[in-house]
């Protein structure tokens, strides 16, 4: 505490904005939101994961219905102004397989299918309770609105990346959070005790780390049968992931922790009979937050493109459950590639949320560093 | 500098025996084996199927089975045979982990002839408009996926004609000549080389310009330029040189980064690497085939380690080795 507050006597003179006394919350907030791509990488970020909660309510269509009539439909040209030339409420027309050979779509002449919000489409269940079958919008009539486009087997890919979206964001959160969990407890031990534990907790870490991580990643997959249940097989990606990304966090939280016992407030702490669980979670961990805080953002990215990686590979989510990486398997075939490339519209979206993770954790180190706060101000 | 080589090299081995073992650990946690998907075939007898796990020691329990493949590594550098290919698993992957070689050294040759350059210009030029634009791509190109990279080079290749689909040798390989060969080769080699190039060169760019920033503010480079020396010499010789040491350090993570990235990129751009090689053996439940790959990918990281701490010794005289 002491050194926390000699830094702040030091640093209010040279920035007379700051109000004295402000807490160390508002210091970072005032840091962080000088950064406009830190500020902006948040807002993408709640965007997505607010999209992913509410999929089934924005996504206009069912995840699962196919349609062979509909296979690769390019996305659906929005008009704003009838066959007369004069503006009306958006619409879109019908459109029918002109040419299956080279799987080409053509407008009805004359079909107006008016674009409405809160239509009723499919039925879902939100978040297991909630039972609706309002969407937010939707083309009225049998025609129908694909903003990104169908894939191969005529599912709608924009209903498809919000579903998606669900399970590939998450995996980074859930990850992080079973990572940090072990590499905490598991570094926060090896540093304090040292010793046998230490050693060994080192030596396996360094096997881990010497396997490169796709390998391994996938030599963990094989260990489990090829055709489980789909959410079995999401758990077992988030535990691979985490197992994978756990060692190197681990070491470098021991290293920490091993500089951070030497000082007097744990000889202090230790003096006045504390347990050493205690003093580790109480004493010592906190310490290592700003850079545990910066380094989960950072991370998330690694766990994302994990999931992407496996399910593109074949050894993931698989079919009909959308996943982002399964939905771009479709665009290995080049023919595909080249005549549908909205089918790759995934991979901008697995592109957006790691540029808004990394814009994300660059503003927080640039806040969360007390070296930068000062030299800044 | 030998002794810290010979120590590296013998800490070599219990690395190596600990991931054969967890590798082989893991492979035997799996359900079933290479022959169980030939059980479901009629028209080999049960007999022959038995005769052939009797052959390839899979009857036996697995820690016999691990003892036995470690025994033919040490004694007769055989690595076993690769059940779905009948070769032996050092033949197939010699190939392979050729190609791949060949793929992660152009892409490390890219990734730092273009970052060091780029670096140390926006540090010189810090807060410039080069500065400033090259940081904004250099965070797109952390941030860009290598599937998806991977996919739009492939676009590009097919809409332009520019550079071939994927492969490695074009149809009419053979009756080129050596340098026809050469070029072919390499005009192969270029778009999966950017893609595995792009996220490290951009990271590696990124490091450059911020450990030149920090040398540049040291004391002896302004007595340096005190003295009277050129801005070029103060920045190259004396800046640049201790600037570079943390990046020589990266250089086995990049390799790591490298080998892992190139499994999907080989995937993708259809070059017949070592991370394609090993997705079949993981798919066909081809165990020695895989736990040779494994092993091969991890002795090439754990030498890319040792490589980067060799030329940090020779690079930066005050480490003690």
């Given at each position: 505490m002491a050194t926390v507050e000699a830094r702040r006597d030091d640093w209010v003179p040279e920035n007379p904005e700051a109000p004295a006394g402000a807490g160390p919350w508002a210091l970072f907030w005032r840091h962080f939101r000088r950064s406009q791509l830190a500020v902006a990488g948040s807002v993408v970020l709640v965007l997505f994961y607010g999209a992913a909660l509410f999929a089934p309510f924005l996504s206009p269509y069912d995840v699962e219905t196919q349609d062979r009539y509909r296979g690769f439909h390019p996305p659906t040209a929005v008009h704003f102004r009838d066959a007369g030339g004069n503006w009306r409420r958006p619409f879109v027309r019908s459109t029918e397989l002109s040419d299956p050979m080279r799987t080409k779509y053509s407008e009805v002449e004359g079909t107006e299918h008016s674009i409405r919000w809160f239509v009723r489409g499919a039925p879902y269940r939100l978040w297991g309770v909630i039972e609706s079958d309002i969407h937010l919008f939707g083309a009225q009539g049998d025609a129908r609105?694909?903003?990104?486009?169908?894939?191969?087997?005529?599912?709608?890919?924009?209903?498809?990346?919000?579903?998606?979206?669900?399970?590939?964001?998450?995996?980074?959160?859930?990850?992080?959070?079973?990572?940090?969990?072990?590499?905490?407890?598991?570094?926060?031990?090896a540093g304090y005790y040292g010793g046998v534990v230490d050693n060994l907790l080192m030596r396996f870490s360094e096997i881990l780390m010497s396997i490169p991580g796709l390998y391994l990643i996938l030599a963990l997959r094989a260990a489990f049968p090829a055709d489980l249940r789909s959410d079995l097989?999401?758990?077992?990606?988030?535990?691979i992931l985490s197992l994978v990304y756990w060692a190197s966090l681990a070491r470098i939280i021991r290293g920490m922790v091993l500089s951070l016992r030497e000082n007097e407030y744990v000889t202090a702490a230790e003096a006045l009979g504390m347990s050493s669980i205690r003093i580790i979670l109480r004493h010592i961990l906190p310490n290592t937050m700003s850079f545990v805080i910066v380094a989960a953002t950072i991370s998330v990215p690694a766990y994302i493109l994990g999931e992407v990686a496996l399910s593109f590979l074949g050894a993931g989510i698989q079919e009909p459950i959308p996943s982002w990486g399964n939905m771009l398997q479709q665009a290995q075939s080049i023919r595909v590639l080249k005549s549908f490339p909205w089918i790759l519209t995934p991979g901008v979206f697995i592109f957006l949320t790691v540029l808004a993770f990394n814009f994300l954790g660059d503003g927080l180190r640039d806040a969360l560093d007390p070296k930068k706060i000062q030299g800044d101000a | 500098m030998t002794k810290l080589i010979a120590y590296r090299l013998l800490h070599m081995i219990p690395v190596l025996l600990g991931i054969s073992f967890i590798t082989f650990?893991?492979?035997?946690?799996?359900?079933?084996?290479?022959l169980s998907t030939l059980e479901l075939d009629p028209q080999i007898s049960q007999e022959s199927i038995d005769?052939?796990?009797?052959?390839?020691?899979?009857?036996?329990?697995w820690t016999v089975q691990y003892v036995l493949w470690l025994k033919n590594i040490v004694f007769h550098l055989d690595f076993g045979t690769s059940f779905s290919r009948h070769q032996p698993v050092f033949s197939v992957l010699r190939t392979g982990f050729a190609n791949t070689l060949l793929l992660g050294i152009a892409a490390a040759t890219i990734t730092w002839v273009v970052a060091v350059p780029l670096g140390i210009v926006a540090a010189v030029k810090q807060y410039s408009w080069f500065d400033k634009s090259s940081s904004l791509v250099a965070f797109l190109g952390i941030s860009v996926p290598e599937v998806f990279l991977a996919l739009l080079l492939i676009l590009l290749a097919a809409w332009t004609g520019w550079f071939p689909i994927g492969g490695m040798r074009s149809l009419n390989f053979d009756t080129l000549s050596p340098m026809g060969k050469a070029l072919d080769m390499a005009h192969h080699l270029a778009l999966p080389a950017v893609v595995l190039a792009t996220v490290p060169l951009a990271s590696r760019m990124r490091q450059m310009r911020g450990n030149l920033l920090d040398v540049l503010r040291a004391d002896y480079v302004t007595t340096a330029r005190a003295k009277g020396l050129p801005e070029g010499t103060v920045i190259v010789k004396h800046a640049v040189r201790n600037a570079i040491n943390p990046l020589i350090t990266l250089f086995g993570y990049t390799l790591a980064t490298l080998l892992s990235g190139s499994l999907l990129v080989e995937v993708v751009m259809s070059w017949p690497g070592l991370g394609r090689i090993t997705l079949e053996a993981l798919q066909t439940r081809d165990l020695y085939l895989m736990m040779g790959s494994v092993m091969l990918s991890s002795t090439m990281l754990i030498l890319g380690?040792?490589?980067?701490?060799?030329?940090?010794?020779?690079?930066?005289?005050?480490?003690?080795?």
């Open positions: 609105i694909h903003i990104m486009g169908t894939d191969q087997v005529g599912r709608d890919v924009f209903s498809r990346l919000l579903h998606g979206a669900r399970i590939s964001l998450s995996v980074g959160l859930i990850g992080i959070l079973i990572t940090y969990t072990l590499g905490l407890v598991f570094g926060g031990i097989v999401y758990l077992i990606i988030i535990l | 650990l893991i492979m035997q946690l799996a359900p079933g084996d290479f005769a052939m796990r009797a052959r390839f020691g899979l009857d036996q329990h380690n040792l490589i980067a701490d060799i030329l940090l010794a020779i690079s930066d005289p005050r480490i003690k080795v």
